[in-house]
Each structure stands twice: as C-alpha cells, then as structure tokens.
C-alpha cells in the first residue's frame, strides 16, 4: 500500500508514472517538523536495516552515517564523502516495521541514518515544496517492487551493451581505436564496443568530431561495426561558447540556455572553458538538445555516454575572482598557519561550489526558478533530452545510453556508470555494495569502471574486479590513468581472455534475470536479506549478493585474497571456474565456510533446484548463438526455468514468444524451441 502526503507546492519531477491521490496530515512512522527546512525522524529499534539511496557511499546496509542528496561530480570519493554523482531519495527501513520512504524532491535532501544519535534516523529536506511516499508491504521484496511499480519500468539497453565494452580517456585517433580492437583480436578477448572520449570532438564541442583526428568518422564507425563493435562517443552537458559553433551560436539565437539573475545567459567553466548550461528543465529546449543527437545517429552510432550532467563546474568568474583577490592579497606575505590553509581553500572550493548553483535560472515552462531548488534534475533531464530523441529518431529500436548525473525517474530512460572511481579495492567493494541499492531505486543497467578510473590498477586489483563484474549488466573497463589497463596489456592475459569468455557465457543467464526483473519490477542483485529474511545471519552479509534467481555470488575484493568466508543461507553448489570448460563444483551445506579461490579462479553458487543457462563465447555478442544452450544446474527434482530471449534490439520485448521454459531434472533437460544440453566438461 502506498501513500502520498503533500507539502508545498513541489516542482514535477516526473520520477513516478502511477496517480497516488494525497493524504491530509502526516505520514505513519515517521514524525514531522516544519521549521527552517522539513524534518522526518524515525526512532530505531537497535538490530534495524536500512537500504536503499541507490549511488552511495558505504556500505548496503546505511546505517551509521550522512548521506545527501545532492548530485555532484566526485572523483576522489573517500569514506567521509557524503554526495555522489547521483540523487536516489529512497529508503527502506527494516525491522520490526519495514516500510519504504520516497522523498520525491528536486532539492537537496541529507538522510543521517544514526550517525549524530546511533538510533534515530533525521531526513532534512531542504526544500519545502516536496512529496512523500510511504510503502508498506508485506516483506522487503515486496516494498522494493511497489516502488518499482511506481516509478515505471527500468532502461532496458540492447543485447550487446552486455558484452564486454573498452574505453580509456586516451585514444584519439582513427588508428587509435583499430589497434584496441586488433588488440583485442589478437588476444580472442571478446569485445562489443569502445568508447570515444571528449577527445573525439572538435575542441570539446558536443555534436562536432574532431576533423584530423577522425578524418572519416563514418566510415570507422561502419568499419567497427562490421567487425561486431559498436562505437560509443561521450556528450558533455557545457556547451562551449565560442563562435561559429553551431549549437552554441543557434542556442544563443533560440535563447535555449540557462540565464543569471540579470538576464544574461550563464557562463561557466568546464572542459572546453567558458560554456553555457542548455535549459532542459524547460520541454522546448529539453527537445532541441535531443535533436542535437541525430548528427550522431544518423553517422551510425547507437550508443551515447552523457557526463558532467549534474551539473559539473570548475568554476565561474564569480569564484575566480574571490580567489585571484585572496592570491593579490597574500601575493607577497609568508604564509602562515591560518593563510595557508585559507588559499588552499580557496582554491580547491572553485569547483562546484553550491554558491555558483545559485547563479542561475530556469524557465521550466514558464516559471522561473532558481537551480539550486531544482539542481538533482539537470543530470535526469539531459539524459532524458537524449532518450526521448532516441524514441524520435529510432522509434522501435533499443540504443545504448549512460548517464554520470542522474535522479529516480531517469531510470526509465537510462543506465548509469557509477562515475570516477579510483583503481583501489575499497572502490571495488564500494561498486559491490552500490548494485543492490541501486536496483532497489531502479538503476538496472549500471556498473563501474573496472579496475579504477583514476590512480594507477595493478594486475590482482583488475582480475578481481573483473570477475565481479562478470555479473553487471554494465561491464566496462574504463581509465584515465597513466597505466593501460586494456585487458591484453597485463602479463596473464589468457586469465582474462577466460574471464571474459565466462561473462559471454553467461550472458544468456543475465541477459534472461535483467530483462525479467525489469519487466516485472524485480531486483536483479539483491542483497542476501531479500531472499531470506527470517534468516538473522543472512541479514547481516555486506559482501554477498543474489544475481537473478539462481545464483549467489561472493566476490573476492581483498588485496592479496586468495578465499575468503562465504555464508551459505541454504545448501547451494559451489561452481569454481578457471575457464568456461575448466571448473570444479561442489554442494556444500547451509552454513559459514572457508573458500579458496586462486586468482585465476571465479567462484558462484548455484541454489538448490536451479539452474544456469549457458551460451558457448565468441568474439562478439553478434558471433553468438543463443539457440543452443548448455545448463549447469544444482537439480535434485523436476524443475523449470523461465529463459527470456528476443531479438535483443527492438523495443518489442515483453513478448510471450519470448519465454522459453526449460524443464530440468537430474539426468536431462528439454526447451521446445532451443536446443539446450546438460554442459558436459
Ligand atoms: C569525467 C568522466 C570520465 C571521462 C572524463 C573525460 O571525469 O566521468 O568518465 O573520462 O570526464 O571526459
């Protein structure tokens, strides 16, 4: 059951699709305070969870620390951050009472979750204007879907954005991206896409290829994709200002971009310099950015990453100037103590200083409003520009689409990267313990970027992080270090030439639980708790997670880890793979145990009575025959397993042709209409 309260006059954010009429009065739980700004606290019994808030710092469980709303570009994420790229205002408390908290808001909102007082959990809106939902269900599950119901189906991307993509801040020219893909070759490494940096675009223009780099843009991209690799350019949201571009200089004519208290359009830096911000919180000028996107599509691309939408800001003319004042100032003074750390400061608060996002303004359809009270929709509505023009342009047809910056809502439109991370093995746990959160607010199509965006990866850190991976939907190796990290690169290539042969198999297996759970509003990870909640040690696994129906998986994420404690919440089949043919299983019971795992070893489970559906690997997803499957499975009675399978690019996919179901027992298996084997080593 879910109910609406009303406070204010909130602004749309279009992060629900259902009609919830409002509620006179006062949500249950929670107690409500009208100051300053709009608190709701909530009393914690001491062994209550808290999930949710999607792209976070920390752990699944939030409890024990200050998260806030507030999307921000944040490369060097360390433990006491409290804002990511991302705004996903929704919580589930369980306990004694479980129900979920949907704070729809486009302002700031801070959620300390027994951080100031260990047992009471304070959100601070700070806007007034706001809803709030509350979901109460009958088990977790059960909560988590209601709020998917309400907040619509999930992205769902085409069927090769889950082959394994490349990308690194670094290649620029045409022979660039063919020497990565020869690369790859030569190494029968499987590959499905590589990614164009800014350093594609003509002076860090949006919607313009830089002419001597990518002399025949066209041309490469059709090359690529003859070879089964899709090319996937970046769009940053500044527009730079510069005469005789075209999207700056019609923008200006068409009045498109976000304006100062004055009147005169916004300026600020970012990559390019001086840029403006496009309005698209208004509908007129979300449409007109879309159609900036056909200069790509109409080149043959079908896959975009949009960045620095949240949006990002290295600083204006306002900041500059109090910062320039304070080096005249101390120009010729011994710096001390105080003046010291005052121009460090200084300096290191140009960027995206909350001062510059009260500089400008929005015409959302005719009423004008300040950023700040809107800034968590800029990154969701420059992504849905995009994803709306997608619709326009390739009606019917699925293209890949990322977004740094995003909002609940932009989920229906979008995947995410979970930003800049850095190449150490707290950010690969992090990325583990961000999925589950993320599905509960979503974001289905999401990952990191493997082996660390920033500092230099190592060999261990990668091989690890790729066998996580294995299991998002978005398995991408990106960096901007001075390390390659191009999977050939490292000394034991073939571990990741088998690592990576593991993910294709697998594809028909993760291919099949994501477009499930986003058809039915399910989670594709879950944390252990979902799937057994009246287990009391299950709850407590931070480092487990459920993948679709059949598996669990318990990734190492530990330097120099070779095992690590697993717990079993029921008897499952330990699968320890080397490479797709090479693997030892075991049943083990209900319980804790000790696991070892090599470093050219993967580890899952299996549950009991399930199965997993395997493809043999190819080069690329295209090379790829799904028809005929081989199961490894943990099966001790006749059972059946839903395999979803369409033609992976059109929009028609909720489709009952598309349901194969496979009959198991243990000596055989039989799917009309896909030829499906036991897998025999
Ligand atoms: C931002 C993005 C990163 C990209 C870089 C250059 O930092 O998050 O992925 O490589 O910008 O475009």
């Given at each position: 059951m879910i109910t609406r309260f009303q406070y204010g006059h909130p602004i749309r954010t279009?992060?629900?699709i259902k009609h919830i009429p409002i509620e006179e009065g006062y949500p249950k739980h929670l107690v409500y305070e009208d100051g300053e700004k709009i608190t709701f606290t909530y009393e914690m019994k001491p062994q209550d969870m808290v999930y949710g808030l999607g792209e976070n710092m920390r752990g699944i469980n939030k409890r024990g620390f200050t998260y806030i709303s507030r999307c921000v570009d944040n490369?060097?994420?360390?433990?006491?951050?409290?804002?990511?790229?991302?705004?996903?205002?929704f919580i589930i408390i369980y306990g004694i009472e479980t129900f979920g908290v949907f704070i729809d808001t486009a302002g700031i909102v801070s959620y300390d979750i027994g951080e100031t007082d260990i047992d009471q959990i304070i959100i601070t809106c700070d806007d007034k204007d706001l809803n709030i939902y509350m979901i109460e269900g009958k088990s977790l599950k059960d909560v988590a879907k209601q709020f998917r119901q309400l907040i619509g189906r999930s992205y769902i991307p085409p069927k090769w954005a889950f082959g394994y993509q490349q990308s690194r801040w670094k290649y620029k020219t045409e022979n660039d991206f063919r020497e990565i893909v020869r690369q790859y070759k030569e190494h029968a490494i499987p590959l499905d896409a590589v990614y164009l940096d800014i350093d594609y675009m003509d002076n860090y223009?949006?919607?313009?290829?830089h002419k001597d780099n990518l002399p025949h843009f066209e041309e490469l991209i059709q090359e690529m994709k003859n070879q089964g690799i899709h090319m996937v350019p970046i769009i940053d949201a500044g527009i730079k200002?510069?005469?005789?571009y075209h999207v700056y200089e019609n923008g200006v004519k068409e009045n498109r971009f976000c304006k100062d208290k004055d009147g005169h359009f916004f300026r600020c830096g970012v990559w390019p310099g001086y840029c403006h911000f496009v309005d698209v919180l208004n509908t007129q000028h979300r449409n007109w950015f879309g159609d900036q996107y056909k200069f790509l599509l109409d080149k043959g691309i079908d896959g975009i990453w949009n960045d620095?939408?949240?949006?990002?800001?290295?600083?204006?003319d306002e900041r500059l100037k109090e910062a320039y004042e304070l080096v005249d100032k101390l120009k010729n003074s011994e710096l001390n103590l105080n003046t010291y750390f005052q121009m460090c400061d200084e300096f290191s608060k140009l960027s995206n200083n909350p001062k510059d996002y009260k500089l400008f303004y929005h015409d959302i359809d005719g009423q004008k409003v300040r950023h700040d009270k809107v800034h968590n929709l800029y990154g969701y509505f420059l992504t849905r520009a995009a994803g709306e023009a997608f619709e326009r342009f390739r009606p019917h047809k699925r293209l890949l689409l990322l977004s740094r910056g995003s909002m609940i809502g932009m989920h229906r439109y979008s995947g995410i990267w979970t930003g800049d991370n850095l190449a150490w093995w707290s950010h690969l746990k992090l990325c583990i313990q961000q999925m589950p959160n993320l599905n509960l607010c979503g974001f289905l199509y999401a990952g990191g970027d493997l082996g660390g965006f920033g500092n230099n990866t190592n060999e261990e850190l990668m091989t690890r992080w790729v066998q996580f991976a294995i299991f998002t939907p978005l398995m991408r190796n990106h960096s901007q270090s001075e390390r390659a990290q191009e999977l050939y690169t490292f000394k034991n290539t073939n571990t990741f030439k088998n690592m990576i042969e593991i993910r294709y198999a697998f594809i028909p297996y993760l291919y099949s639980e994501f477009v499930k759970a986003a058809i039915h509003n399910d989670c594709y990870f879950r944390a252990l708790s979902f799937d057994y909640e009246n287990d009391p040690q299950a709850r407590?696994?931070?480092?487990q997670l459920m993948v679709g129906e059949s598996i669990m998986i318990a990734p190492i994420y530990e330097q120099n880890g070779r095992g690590r404690y697993v717990y079993l919440p029921e008897n499952m089949k330990l699968i320890k793979m080397r490479s797709f043919n090479d693997y030892d299983e075991i049943i083990l019971p209900k319980g804790h145990h000790y696991i070892q795992v090599n470093l050219n070893e993967m580890i899952f489970f299996i549950k009991e009575n399930h199965i997993v559906p395997l493809a043999k690997p190819a080069l690329t997803t295209k090379d790829m025959d799904f028809n005929h499957l081989e199961i490894i499975g943990y099966v001790k009675e006749n059972t059946q397993y839903i395999l979803y399978d369409d033609d992976g690019y059109t929009t028609n996919i909720d489709n009952k042709e598309y349901s194969y179901t496979i009959y198991v027992n243990q000596y055989s298996c039989y799917c009309q209409n896909k030829h499906i084997t036991y897998k025999k080593k």
């Open positions: 279009d992060s629900i490369a060097i994420h360390t433990e006491d951050c409290h804002s990511l790229y991302a705004a996903h205002n223009q949006s919607f313009t290829i200002v510069q005469d005789g620095m939408n949240e949006p990002s800001i290295f600083y204006t407590l696994i931070e480092d």
